[in-house]
């Protein structure tokens, strides 16, 4: 039962982890799309 909860906890933490790098990279992308308008409407 103990290690059932710890694969919960790690699996939770991967979940976490991913949904942030998913966002954090959709923010990248955001901010590199908004650099190359800029740089290409210049």
């Known amino acids: 039962?103990?290690?059932l909860h710890l694969?919960?906890?790690h699996y939770?933490?991967?979940l976490?982890?991913?949904v942030t790098?998913?966002?954090y990279d959709m923010d990248h992308v955001?901010?590199?799309n908004?650099?190359?308008i800029r740089y290409l409407t210049k």
Do not use: P
């Open 1 to 3: 039962m103990k290690y």
């Open 7 to 9: 694969i919960e906890v």
């Open 12 to 14: 939770l933490k991967y």
């Open 16 to 18: 976490l982890m991913t």
């Open 21 to 23: 790098y998913v966002h």
């Open 30 to 32: 955001g901010l590199t």
């Open 34 to 36: 908004a650099v190359a």
